[in-house]
């Protein structure tokens, strides 16, 4: 059995479509006073070109190498693991060791 409620069927659809259309043309007012999307005399950020600082290339002119001899040095298999190694870096580090080198 269908209760009677003493108003037509269709009412109750015609509110809630009012009352949708409403809130969407309530939304739309408040979205374009919002600025929504800004202009483009008011956009401003950090998008676009980058001043970025430009300096001329170095050449083989600019790089100069006093001491070749230190180059070849740190290049010997032998000097490196020597550099290495954790009972040399504690001898270098020992004030004792380093009077003895140096007299």
Do not use: C
């Not at 009012?18 to 408040?30: A, E, F, H, Q, R």
């Not at 600019?62 to 870096?89: E, G, P, T, W, Y």
């Amino acid at each position: 059995m269908a209760v009677d409620t003493g108003k037509p069927a269709g009412n109750t659809l015609k509110r809630v479509l009012l009352t949708g259309i409403g809130i969407i043309t309530l939304g739309i007012v408040i979205w374009s006073i919002s600025g929504y999307p800004p202009k483009d005399t008011d956009v401003q950020g950090t998008i676009g070109t980058a001043e970025k600082y430009r300096a001329t290339q170095i050449t083989d002119s600019d790089v100069k190498l006093d001491n070749s001899a230190i180059h070849s040095l740190l290049q010997n298999d032998a000097v490196v693991a020597l550099l290495k190694n954790d009972h040399f870096r504690k001898a270098v580090n020992d004030v004792n060791f380093r009077d003895a080198i140096t007299s």
